[in-house]
C-alpha cells in the first residue's frame, strides 16, 4: 500500500533502524556517570550530537536534543523570549508557521505579550521586505518556517535573517520539513527540528541555540542538555535520529531529484485529469517531495476515505476533515480553496508506478465523491431573467454552500447576483476562492441574521 504521507511522519530509516538496535545494546546507560557504562553512553550522545550539529550548520556544544521538534519550538521561543524581555515582549511570526509555533504565539498573548502575524502571498511565501517591516523596536524574537508543512513552499529564510541581523532580532526557524533536503540558510539564531521527518525515530527533537543569543531556559532547571531538555535522555532514539539524518543527507541530491520529477509529474496531471482543481503552493520554490491539491465540489474527508481503500495514505489540510470544521489556517492565510484538499508528501523510494496508480484512480474518486454530493456538472443552462437569487445554505457545512451557489449562478443573467446566506467559516475562504478559479466575481461579505451573506456578481 503506498504510503504517500511522508510529511506527517516519514518511514523509519535503515540506518535508523540498525543504529536504533546497536544503541540499544551500548547506551542504555545513564550518560552522565563516569564507569565504563556509563562513559560508552556518553560517547554515543556525543558522537550524535557531533554528527546533528555537522547536519544543522552548528558547534556542537549549540544543539540540544529534546522530547519531540514541537518541544524543541515551545522551549526555544519561550527561552528566546524571556532572555530578552528587557527588549521588549513582541513576537513576530508569519502567519503560516506550523501550529507549534501558533500555539506558543498564544501563549505569548495569554501572559501578556504581543503577536504580529505576517500575512503571505497566494503561493504562501512572506515577502521579505513585509517581514522586515514588522521588527520594530521593542521585538524580542521572530520565527519563520524553512518551509510550509502543509503545501511545501520554501520561505525567504536567508533574506529575512540579514533583515533581523540589521534589527537585532534573533530568528528562529522551524525546519523540520526542509532538513532532510539541506541545511537552512545561515543567518538564523535559533533552529528547531524533528526526527521523525526526516526518518528517525518518533521522540526526538533538535534545538540550535547560537552563541552570543539571550536565552534563558524556562522552567525547573536540570543538569542535562545545559538546562534545556530535562529528564533523562532516550539515547538509541537520539542516536538513530542522528545517525538517519547523516544518512537522508547524503542520499538528498540524487533522491531529492527523483522526487521532485514524480511530483511535477503530479502538479501536471491532477488538473489535466480532474476538473476543478486547484494546485496550491509555490511551484518552483518548494520541497522536492511535496504537493498540495484543491478539489471544487469535494467532501475532504471522504474523498481522503475513498483514497484509502484504493491503497493510498495521503493526508489534508481541509476544513472538512477537521473536527473543529474551521479551514486550514495555511489555506486560509494564503486565500485559496480548502475544500477537498489533498497532500501528497512521498517517502524516499517511491516508486513511479504508484504514482502512476494514483493518477489513474484519482479522478474516478473524485468523480464518485461529487456524485454523492450532487455537484454540478460542467455544461451550463440558459440564464432566467431575475436579476439576483438567494441561496440558504445555514447549517450546511464544507463543500455544500459552494456546491449550492454553483448550481444558482446559473439562474441569474450575467451581471446578476447571488447571495449565499452561510455560518460555515469554511466559506468565507472558498467562495472567493470559487470566483477566482470560475472568473466570476466576489463582491464581498454582508452581515445576516445568522453567519453572513456572501455576494457574488455573474461575469460570464
Not at 38 to 48: F, H, I, P, S, T
Not at 219 to 241: K, Q, T
Not at 279 to 284: E, F, L, N, Q, R
Not at 391 to 409: H, M, N, Q, T, Y
Request: charged share 25%.
Amino acid at each position: 500500500m503506498p504510503y504517500f504521507d511522508a510529511a506527517s511522519a516519514a518511514p523509519l530509516h535503515p540506518v535508523a533502524r540498525q543504529a536504533l538496535l546497536a544503541a540499544l545494546d551500548e547506551g542504555w546507560a545513564d550518560p552522565a556517570r563516569l564507569y565504563r557504562e556509563g562513559r560508552r553512553a556518553r560517547l554515543l550522545l556525543d558522537a550524535a550530537r557531533e554528527a546533528a550539529a555537522e547536519a544543522v550548520g552548528c558547534r556542537p556544544d549549540e544543539l540540544t536534543f529534546t522530547s519531540s521538534g514541537t518541544r524543541a519550538v515551545y522551549s526555544g521561543i519561550s527561552g528566546a523570549l524571556a532572555g530578552r524581555r528587557r527588549v521588549g515582549r513582541r513576537l513576530v511570526v508569519s502567519a503560516v508557521e506550523h501550529s507549534s509555533v501558533l500555539h506558543a504565539a498564544t501563549d505569548h498573548e495569554d501572559r501578556g505579550g504581543t503577536v504580529a502575524r505576517v500575512p503571505v502571498e497566494r503561493t504562501g511565501a512572506v515577502d521579505a521586505e513585509t517581514f522586515g517591516r514588522a521588527l520594530t523596536e521593542d521585538t524580542a524574537l521572530a520565527c519563520l518556517q524553512s518551509a510550509s508543512h502543509e503545501v511545501g513552499t520554501e520561505q525567504p529564510v536567508a533574506e529575512a535573517a540579514g533583515l533581523c541581523r540589521a534589527a537585532g532580532v534573533p530568528l528562529l526557524v522551524d525546519a523540520a520539513q526542509s532538513l532532510a533536503w539541506g541545511p537552512v540558510p545561515g543567518g538564523w539564531s535559533l533552529l528547531a527540528g524533528s526526527a521523525h521527518k526526516w526518518g528517525g525515530p518518533a521522540g526526538v527533537g533538535l534545538l540550535a541555540v547560537r552563541k552570543g543569543v539571550r536565552f534563558a531556559p524556562q522552567g525547573p532547571a536540570d543538569e542535562r542538555e545545559s538546562g534545556r531538555a530535562p529528564g533523562f535522555e532516550n539515547l538509541p532514539a537520539i542516536v538513530a535520529a542522528a545517525a538517519s539524518l547523516r544518512a537522508v543527507r547524503a542520499e538528498a541530491d540524487a533522491e531529492g531529484a527523483r522526487l521532485r520529477a514524480l511530483v511535477d509529474r503530479i502538479r501536471a496531471r491532477v488538473p489535466a485529469l480532474v476538473p476543478d482543481v486547484e494546485v496550491v503552493g509555490d511551484p518552483v520554490r518548494r520541497l522536492p517531495h511535496l504537493v498540495t491539491f484543491s478539489c471544487l465540489y469535494v467532501d475532504g474527508e471522504t474523498l481522503l476515505g475513498e483514497l484509502d481503500r484504493a491503497g493510498f495514505s495521503v493526508s489534508s489540510g481541509s476544513s472538512c476533515t477537521s473536527s473543529t470544521l474551521t479551514p486550514s489556517h495555511v489555506l486560509k492565510a494564503m486565500g485559496v480553496l480548502s475544500e477537498g484538499n489533498v497532500r501528497v508528501s512521498l517517502p524516499r523510494g517511491t516508486a513511479e508506478e504508484d504514482v502512476d496508480r494514483f493518477l489513474e484512480v484519482l479522478p474516478g474518486l473524485v468523480a464518485g465523491v461529487r456524485e454523492k454530493l450532487d455537484a454540478p456538472a460542467a455544461a451550463a443552462s440558459s440564464p432566467v431573467p431575475d436579476d439576483s437569487l438567494v441561496v440558504d445554505a445555514l447549517g450546511k457545512r464544507c463543500p455544500i454552500p459552494v456546491i449550492e451557489l454553483a448550481k444558482a449562478i446559473e439562474g441569474v443573467p450575467v451581471g446578476g447576483t447571488v447571495t449565499v446566506l452561510s455560518d460555515d467559516e469554511a466559506a468565507r475562504l472558498d467562495i472567493p476562492a470559487w470566483c477566482a478559479m470560475r472568473e466570476q466575481e466576489y463582491v464581498g461579505e454582508e452581515p445576516a441574521d445568522r453567519g453572513a451573506a456572501h455576494v457574488v456578481r455573474r461575469l460570464s
